[in-house]
């Protein structure tokens, strides 16, 4: 018996790029498995721009606090 070890990919840009992918390939055969993949591309993408959003106000904070004195 032979197992197959694949790494996951930690970067969320290639996780997002690898399950397009797999939504691409499931597109033509299993539409409700390529609509569930879609959502958790869609749902990382939410997540992604939230942790920018906050990441650009805390940067944001920091020029300000540094401008006002």
């Known amino acids: 018996m032979t197992a197959e070890v694949s790494k996951f990919p930690h970067d969320q840009k290639h996780v ?3 399950l397009m992918k797999t939504a691409k390939r499931l597109e033509k055969t299993s539409a409700n498995q390529c609509i569930r993949v879609q959502r958790d591309i869609i749902n990382l993408l ?3 721009c939230n942790r920018s959003n906050l990441e650009a ?3 944001f904070k920091v020029f300000r606090s ?3 004195e």
């Open 66 to 68: 540094l401008t006002d």
């Open 57 to 59: 106000r805390a940067v």
């Open 46 to 48: 939410v997540l992604e």
């Open 16 to 18: 997002i790029l690898s």
